[in-house]
């Protein structure tokens, strides 16, 4: 259908990037980039206006998102035909701007196009080598210059890497050593390196890449004491296993895994290391609580789990009810004792859903009068249902009385 809409306007129109490298590799992907060459933002416009859905587009790049009624997304960018002064005075070349487009992708793997125009629908266009490297299992810039250009693509490097079992090539390994030796990520910004930090963090299994960032003595950007020995892999992989639990428990629990890893990262790091860490990946506010109050609540939690002989369930509740989920994980991960793990386990799969029958409503029409002694008996009724002394609403009814 996009293809009829690139004839029609008399458009040449690809699809590029991830989706085009993972169908290569026979991997599932299912985002959606489109390369059109001319007016991008125009053909978005009218592939919506024909199929009647919905358009955002940003004028100052040229690109624009069509979403589906099904809140399916495609991205669609601009290609503009661009003028070289070829060097030795040649004549000035216009180059497709298809192939501009993809020369200024990070990686030789990412530089595949397939055209989608009725005529020559599917053709796999690769200018750049990226089939010789799939099959090579090579991770590859396009020039020497990629990282000057754009140090994130390091970090981007390591993660397509352990994402798919390649290895980075001896020349863009090369360049990577440099970009550490010459400090490039200097003037890259906090928000910059963190999105790739937690693109790495989001991946399934984060330890190759970690240990990878490690080897290229590329933690010390993030904080200069950041190192991954090997009490922090353990910890890792023990994050690794918990998530793996959680995961399947809970299939559609959401919360956020880099959070998760990230304090397994700053594990052992004082308030002022962590502080200085997230000034510097200019980690939102919203955040903060995770890593400095709930952090330490979080500790002081674990050290009453592994050690307090009896802890009932409404107690329980009580002391793990104010932390967040990526917490309660990552305390999960840490935790030495059966005790410990049996009591954050039954908080997460049995208690932390549970709540009383009776509410504010209820008691107004039992005919208690509004006040603070409605907390009260709420909160007595629910500790005396967690610990298994009410079961109806009867029950309840008649402790509340
Ligand atoms: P993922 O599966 O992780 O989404 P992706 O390849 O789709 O992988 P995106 O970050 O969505 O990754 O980027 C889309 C495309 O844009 C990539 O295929 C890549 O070619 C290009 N790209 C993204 N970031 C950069 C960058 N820093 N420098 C150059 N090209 C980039």
Redesign the pocket.
Known sequence: ELGKIADAMGLEAFL????V??LVMSHK?E?F?VVVEGDGIAFARRFAQVHGCRVHSHSEFGTAVIIMEDGFKIDVASARFEYYASPASLPVVETSSLKMD?Y????TV??MAIQINEKSFGTLIDYFGAQRDIKAKAIRVLHNL?FV??P??VF?AI??EQ?YGFSIGKLTSNLIKNAVKMDFFRHLSGRRLFSELK?ILEDENPIGAVDRMAGYNLLPFIHPDLDFGPEKQDLFESVKEVLTWHDLQFMDDSYMKWAVQFLALFHGFDQDQVDAALLRLEIAPKFHDLFYEHRQYGRQCLYRLEREEKIINSELYRMLRLLPTEMLLFLLARAKSKNAKRRLTRFLTELKGVACLLSGKTLKQMGIKPGPIYKKVLDAVLDARLDGKVFTFEDEMALAV
């Open positions: 590029v990037g991830g989706f490298r993972d992907n985002d980039d993809l200024r992708r990070d990686f990412n530089t990629s250009e754009d994130t693509r981007r993660r397509f994402r693109l």
